[in-house]
């Protein structure tokens, strides 16, 4: 289990600050991730890794000449929130453009696909899902499935073709290339325990094994008793070999990957097995990786990986690389890097509003107060919604999300900002300290309802219904959700016609918004999402129909709440 | 736990044998251990690591440019035997002397040691005892002190010294200094477990945390609530920095170490408190390092180890290094080295002995066979005998030793050796197999009497009496027991004399071995080692005296085996 930390809620970050401090001749430290610490050329395409934290060396040790430009660093287990994405991005670009490249995870997906609206700023930025684990979904749907170690191929292999000077398509190519070549599966004999909690996150019976059990405990294909080392390699290999490509030259990065608490001897061991059948099956390993690569904090088991290779990718793979986790060769000389460009804003920086917009900003601000208030006072019926069908952490997150987002905008209307740069302003803060896919998502709708609004306006009724639809198409794309899968957009999307509808109507702002949230209080009753059947992590279709989606519920209170202001303002 | 593993009993060779087969740019095997794969230059001191397995990277692990030129890996938690020590010497030895460096343990002491006589083959073979751990002996007593994680800094320094051509006396003094200005502390939360166990070597409470425990579990000095990071960071340093040297410049180099499942964001959260606690202490950081550098296998735990530099210590720590576990700078491209001077002995290739001297060698392989049937009776009793005042291993030690000394006399016997290879084979197989301290102290009991015989005579009452006091002198010297302590020495010791004295009044073989045997009986009830009070590892003074040393009985009962044959054959 995890021990040593402090406040929990901080261990994250103080990890990421040890890190940095440790590694000043590699790294240097920006808010939420690091920087390589030495200088690239003008033009070369930037890699940008990260994913949640408690995977060490994944993602802070593969920064450096060789491989990334950048990581970006989330709470334990939970994406980076889109704003830190983004900054990092942009702190990155050398001209050449971006490319964030992450574990495909829902939360990553978002957020990671919501920082490279970078775009809009003229910065050409790309996202890659690494898909390896070859145990959460068939071949035929590989896009489904989970990244796990395959990381490390994927990445140091477009990092050494980014590192060349290949432009951001051919850097796209080859890492699409890596990832469909490179395969993984990972069995685990007990679960991690994350800061500050009493129990692991899952456990395994003494003696049995779990097969195909994700990095932070999903759903495995099965459980067995632990076979011997000789047993346990056949096991793995036999899962990966049936992916060799056609016409593949036999020559293999190969990759054993301990996740915490299985140790470097008995890895050894299980290596000389592995080495022996993959021999047999006639395959060359080209500099082979055993060791911890990305680990799941002290989980107990391991991975293995092969990237099945062909001369292009070998020549990359042996490529040199100086990052605090992986030296290969030896990169040269290189320059200190320049100070950075862009200064982190300074926390008061906002762009002042008029008189009119001010005024709004104001309301704004009172709203986040009542929506602050009234998500304290619900974080434990939330978290009991959530804990039904998920891990139980909604109802802290959207605490966590509704005060950042208040405190942040009592900054921005102190400072004199305008309605547009206080809802922005409270929607970064939100996803920022929220984390997860809810805080990803929060910051999705805050930010478009921000997208229409104006710093030298009041606010209109068709701004409001404009950012309603603005913040409907954003969760809707980058979210990948659809009305009817059982999630917050089953009540986002009525809620959002209500306020058409309501706005169209020439209805007033209370009436708006209690008919938004009547809406939304209807369509999240009917959500009626599942009970429990497996571990922690449950697919749709095993959920019964005892209980609505906890994002639904909140978006409905949301709603709610802001319809009660407005009558009082009335 | 320790959970992929064949027999557990090859557990460590099996390791070794996956860690050599990963890293052959680096490293290339030789029995119970590697060298480098990289050529050095005649005339430089050979540094050779080693110590039991278990704990990579250590020491396996800083084999290469810039550190080690070879390691010899005993079995899990145990010292290599002298012979795997002494061969391991003679091939890397370039002419400028071998440093054989360790953590202080009573049998690497006592194995190092005793493969250091290589001096009489005109290798000049110094040794070297690691003691840094503050918590095993008050400063007063430092060189009764462990070896813990400060074996990192000691090698790497020693490594450079000899790396840059100092020779043998120079680079004896920089370790030297290196070690008196190294100091480390660790706690554990919990103890590992050994391959094929079922249990911890050691619980913690949850909770609580153990202070000042060695890497194997060896007592510590006290127990308390587990503090928080920051709190943990107070008390490590507060127990080293008494130590620091007077009129030091301020500038250190500090290793943060994980045991094994205390992860690596816990550690990172915790240096951003030890470098600012030393930072406020006025102390200079070179070149930290955080991470797992010398584990225990999956104990849950740290330590904090300080080297307190100067100019001279600073640069060596700074210098090239090129390991499968610590890279630093760039040691240029190296040519592979050589292939071996030396070919490693053939299984079957003994000297062949005459007729008189392999009639001795045929009664030598009728007792060593009596001897594996007798020890293999008493394999549970020695063990329960043992497990009052020790780890409980002693009968399953002698029973492999035994088992395996017979099996070699058998191979010698066919080849035709004489009395002397026959006993001295026997005695390194014993060694090797037997593993730990009893594995050593037999090795050179057995050792001992060989010296003594000879190839081409007949075995003589003259013989055996100066063979007995070979092995007394031997045993005492390396082994450092004195009579009184409770060990096999207090039966060792008047057997020998009782062999002496009956070998002068000439008796025959049969009175000889008799009157052994009485004596060493007798003075083995007499030891009466006693009943525990604490965990594992025992103090003598809180033996009790119900119970005697476990070793003195082994001795007693060989005697008694052996006079037994004798009389048969009379």
Redesign the interface.
Known sequence: ??????DPED??I??????A??HPRIVRPVPNGVLRATATPKGKVALVIGGG??H??AFLGYVGPGIADAAVAGD?FASPSTAAIARVGRLSDRGGGVVFAFGNYAGDVLNFGAAAELSAEGIDARTFAVTDDVASAELGERHKRRGVAGDVPVFKIAGAAAEEGRDIDAVMAVMEKTNARTVSIGVA?EGCTL?GAGEPLFHVKKGRMGVGLGIHGEPGIGEID?P???G?ADLLVEKLLPERPEGWNGRAAVILNGL?????????????HI?KRLGSEGMTLVE?E?G?LV?S??M?G?SLTITFLDDELETLWRAPADTAAC?KG?VGDRAPAEPLAETVEAEHGFPKGNQDSRKSGELILLVLRDLREALEAAEDELGRIDAVAGDGDHGAGMRRGASAAASRAEQAVSAGAGARSVLAAAGEAWADRAGGTSGAIWGLILGGFASALSDTQRMSRGQVAAGAEAARERVMRLGGAKPGDKTLVDALVPMVEAIRRASAADADAATIWREAADAAEKAAEETKALTPKLGRARPLAERSKGHPDAGAVSLALAARTIARRLADAD
């Open positions: 289990m995890t021990r040593i930390h402090d261990f994250a103080r990890a990421l600050e040890g890190f401090a440790l934290s408690g060490y060396p334990v004999f800061p632990a011997d080392a000789a346990l915490g608490a299985t140790k470097y001897e008995e890895l050894f061991v299980l290596w000389t080495a082979p055993c911890e680990t904090l002290d107990a391991c030296r030896h």
